[in-house]
């Protein structure tokens, strides 16, 4: 079975910039979950959504910073505009709702000149 | 709030080593209790779980009791190598669709 998906990759950009990072889900799977992962700052989750509906924002930095899921199949996290401290790995985790197991992409490594 | 407390590293080995990685946490209720696993350049990966007191998750050699007594969830394993080398997550959920709470990662390097 195919994984979380997430693309692109790498992305570098520059300051001012906006910057669309895509995620696919497990099939399936329900719930949705944004991480950014840092040196300074760990692993923090951003965002979730629950059946395309988000459940809880509160980890969304700034307005800057917004996410999508238009459908259960795709999501999309966007940061408009982008600054040189947005500069992180990001990484998409999906799970079953009621399942606590949560299963993470590969991550898109962001980098903000 | 719910939070977790592990061992932040990094720790160096050597190959065939004992492995402890002290988790500790902090939660209202009954929260299932995970060990998630990063090797480089990679997502994280869940290496265990345990749900519920006195469970034991295992795992590639890597064993975790979930004690509530303690409030504690510490990896073990008997005897590392060097493909172990990578950053390790303890994290609790408080089920269902709940987000987990991270801690902050332990990098564990074993050398040959």
């Known amino acids: 079975d195919a994984g979380v998906i997430q693309s692109p990759r790498h992305e570098v950009t520059e300051m001012g910039q906006e910057v669309t990072l895509r995620c696919k889900p497990i099939?399936?799977?329900?719930?949705l979950f944004w991480y950014r992962q840092t040196m300074m700052r760990g692993l923090e989750l951003l965002i979730y959504f629950n059946n395309n509906v988000p459940i809880d924002d509160s980890g969304m930095p700034e307005d800057r910073f917004s996410a999508k899921m238009p459908n259960a199949s795709f999501s999309t996290l966007k940061i408009q505009p982008s600054e040189p401290r947005d500069s992180a790995v990001y990484f998409c985790a999906s799970s079953l709702q009621d399942r606590d197991t949560q299963y993470f992409g590969p991550g898109t490594r962001l980098t903000v000149l | 709030g719910n939070s977790v407390t592990q061992m932040e590293g990094p720790v160096t080995l050597s190959e065939e080593a004992f492995l402890t990685i002290n988790c500790t946490y902090t939660?209202?209720?009954?929260?299932?209790l995970f060990w998630y696993v990063q090797y480089p350049g990679e997502g994280l990966q869940l290496l265990l779980k345990?749900?519920?007191?006195?469970d034991k998750g295992s795992n590639k050699g890597f064993e975790a009791t979930y004690r509530k007594e303690t409030t504690s969830f510490h990896l073990e394993k008997g005897s590392v190598q060097v493909s172990d080398s990578a950053v390790y997550f303890c994290?609790?959920?408080?089920?269902?669709?709940?987000?987990?709470?991270f801690g902050k990662g332990m990098k564990l390097t074993v050398n040959p």
């Open positions: 994290a609790l959920s408080r089920g269902g669709s709940e987000k987990l709470v």
């Open positions: 345990a749900t519920k007191a006195d």
């Open positions: 099939s399936g799977h329900n719930s």
């Open positions: 939660a209202t209720g009954y929260p299932s």
